[in-house]
């Protein structure tokens, strides 16, 4: 379960310095402010709306006390970050996982807030999480905790002020239960979240939303390079929500996908697998190991990043290229499917190896593109055909790809440098506008 994945930590803080430091350690969030501060000075953004675009609006911790099955009494901790909502109401997943805390919580908060802007979707900022392992959880247990939490920032939220969607280790189902518990005490109000089940007013496109913009990013970036994905070799990391409807789009788009990894190991077929069989096998086994076709290999025996293809999506966690593996990188394309994949220091290298790197805040917008449908058709009460949404999304996701492009152009920067130069510049027209 789960949607796009966040950056792992790293210990210690320097977000004062506007340009990348590869030799000092950045935290998540003081890792992207330095990519703020970078396109802040390219845009010639003074220091007064710097601290604006590079603070958080509102910061909230909350105490999450449960019972589990046991009769025991449990506390976790629970955050929502609202990072900046001059664009319109507050968007960001929420995720469940056992190292969540504050500074990742406010950088993938803030990456809402730069993602929402490139793709151009009415919508500022957020993104929450809970300190646990939902795995660990029994479903009783899942439910009384995502109730709870909903109750404890029931205020904060809203389906204009606030808006939640799955993220790493939640799913529909904890989204129908958030918005069950938002109903108890604010009526009914669908729009309070997305990626709900179908049958609570959730878009059916919604679950794939991410994957099909990555390989709708994927083609059109081959495309302006003047080269077709019809047959080019894709490894993919990771096969939750994100890497396996990534590789379904890119393998019904005719490229090859030759390997496919995750924690269960690396399925490889220099054929080009199979991956509608590939996802029937995982739904009902769970693991890649055991699939009938190609050849599987252990994580120990094979480092899936590794492998020579012309494009490469890490899907899985943050931070999984970095300077111990970036020199045995071989791919032509890397298109960050996760949320911070790339550390700053392998992503400066790749860029002078001539590797072309697709960043997270464009690559896998297509997931808060989809909510944003699922969010109209709430409010307007109304559902829209089904191609309507494929070919919007279609849309969002080539626009997007223009206007960060044309900035690539324009300040002859690499495409990360250019789709925070989009986004900084419109949250900060925005921020003038409103007269801040
Ligand atoms: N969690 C997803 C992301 O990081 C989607 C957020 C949303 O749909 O609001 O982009």
């Avoid at 958080?56 to 929502?80: A, H, I, Q």
């Avoid at 990555?214 to 077709?228: P, Y």
């Avoid at 071989?330 to 911070?340: C, S, T, V």
């Avoid at 997931?367 to 279609?394: C, M, P």
Wanted: overall charge positive; charged content about 25%; hydrophobic content about 40%.
């Amino acid at each position: 379960m789960g949607e796009v994945p966040a950056p792992r930590k790293s210990r210690r803080d320097n977000r004062k310095g506007p340009m990348i430091q590869s030799t000092v350690k950045l935290t998540p969030f003081g890792a992207v402010n330095a990519r703020v501060n970078r396109a802040s000075d390219l845009l010639g953004i003074k220091e007064n709306y710097r601290r604006l675009l590079t603070t958080c609006w509102r910061e909230v911790k909350v105490s999450l006390p449960f019972t589990d099955d046991k009769g025991e009494m449990n506390v976790y901790e629970g955050y929502r970050v609202q990072h900046n909502g001059v664009r319109g109401p507050y968007k960001g997943g929420v995720r469940f996982h056992p190292e969540v805390d504050l500074d990742e919580v406010k950088a993938l908060a803030s990456l809402m807030t730069w993602k929402c802007a490139i793709v151009n979707i009415p919508f500022g900022g957020a993104k929450g999480g809970i300190n646990v392992d939902p795995s660990k959880l029994s479903e009783r247990e899942l439910q009384s905790l995502s109730r709870r939490f909903m109750m404890s920032v029931k205020q904060m939220v809203g389906p204009y002020k606030d808006i939640m969607a799955p993220d790493v280790g939640t799913n529909p189902k904890v989204m129908g239960w958030m918005m069950d518990a938002y109903h108890q005490v604010h009526g009914y109000s669908p729009a309070i979240v997305t990626g709900k089940p179908v049958t609570l007013g959730g878009s059916p496109d919604r679950l794939d939303a991410t994957g099909l913009g990555v390989a709708m990013i994927t083609r059109r970036i081959l495309e302006e390079r003047k080269e077709f994905l019809s047959g080019k070799s894709v490894v993919l990391q990771g096969f939750g929500n994100v890497g396996s409807f990534a590789a379904l789009h890119l393998h019904r788009m005719s490229a090859k996908v030759v390997a496919v990894g995750d924690v269960t190991g690396v399925v490889r077929d220099a054929n080009g697998i199979d991956v509608e069989k590939l996802m029937a096998h995982f739904e009902a086994k769970r693991t890649l190991a055991g699939f009938n076709e190609g050849e599987f290999s252990s994580r120990e025996q094979l480092d899936v990043l590794t492998l020579p293809c012309d494009i490469l999506v890490p899907a899985a966690l943050g931070h999984v290229i970095h300077s111990g593996n970036m020199d045995k990188i071989k791919a032509r394309y890397i298109i960050e499917g996760a949320n911070g994949p790339v550390t700053p220091e392998a992503d400066e290298y790749l860029n002078k190896q001539g590797i072309i790197v697709v960043p997270d805040i464009l690559a896998n917008a297509g997931g808060v593109v989809g909510s944003y449908f699922e969010w109209a058709q709430n409010i307007q009460v109304h559902s829209w055909e089904r191609t309507t949404t494929k070919l919007e999304l279609d849309k969002f996701m080539s626009a997007a790809l223009a206007g960060v492009s044309s900035a690539a152009k324009k300040f002859n920067i690499n495409y990360r440098e250019a789709a925070f130069v989009v986004g900084v510049d419109r949250v900060y027209q925005a921020a003038v506008a409103r007269g801040h």
